[in-house]
C-alpha cells in the first residue's frame, strides 16, 4: 500500500497554475471583461468630450481675433487699401477656423468643416480680387478715373468689391 502511494504522481506546480487560470483567471475575466469595456467607453467618451470642447474654443477665439466689425467695413467705405486690410484679417480667420477643424474635428463634424474650408476658398477670392483693385488704385494716378464698389453681405459680416 505504501508501495502504491509511492508510485501515484502529485500534480506539479506548472499544472497547478494552468488549472488556475482555467478554472479560476478565464471566469474572472469573463466577469470583468464587461467592466473593461464600460471603462473604455468612458474613456472614449471623455476623450471626444474633450475634442468637442477644444473645437469649439479654437473655432471662437478664430472668430473673435480676426473678426471685423460693419463698422469697419462702413469706415472703410470705398477705399481699396482699407477693404484689403479687413479681407486679409477675414482670411487668416477663415484659415485659422479651418486649422481648427483639422486639429480637433471629428466625422460629425464634415458639413461645418466643408463649409469652414467653402469660406475660406470664397475669402480668398475676394482677397486676391482687393489685391487686385488695392494695385489697381496705386497704379491709377488720373484724377478723371471712378472706383466702382458693390457690397455683399455675409451673414452679419458684408464684403465691399471695388474695381
Not at 88 to 105: D, H, I, P, Q, S
Request: aromatic share 8%.
Amino acid at each position: 500500500m505504501e508501495n502504491s502511494q509511492k508510485h501515484q504522481k502529485t500534480p506539479s506546480t506548472l499544472s497547478k497554475i494552468i488549472v488556475g487560470i482555467v478554472f479560476v483567471g478565464i471566469p474572472v475575466f469573463m466577469l470583468l471583461s464587461p467592466i473593461i469595456s464600460i471603462l473604455n467607453d468612458q474613456q472614449n467618451a471623455e476623450k471626444e468630450a474633450r475634442q468637442a470642447t477644444n473645437l469649439r474654443s479654437c473655432i471662437y477665439d478664430a472668430q473673435t481675433n480676426y473678426s471685423v466689425s460693419q463698422e469697419e467695413i462702413d469706415a472703410a467705405g470705398t477705399d481699396p487699401d482699407s477693404n484689403l486690410i479687413l479681407i486679409k484679417r477675414m482670411n487668416n480667420g477663415a484659415k485659422e477656423e479651418v486649422l481648427c477643424y483639422e486639429k480637433y474635428g471629428s466625422s460629425s463634424d464634415e458639413s461645418d468643416f466643408a463649409r469652414a474650408k467653402s469660406w475660406l476658398s470664397e475669402t480668398e477670392a475676394y482677397l486676391e480680387s482687393a489685391n487686385n483693385a488695392a494695385s489697381n488704385s496705386a497704379n491709377n494716378t488720373s484724377p478723371n478715373t471712378t472706383t466702382y464698389c458693390y457690397t455683399t453681405a455675409y451673414g452679419s459680416s458684408a464684403i465691399t468689391h471695388c474695381y
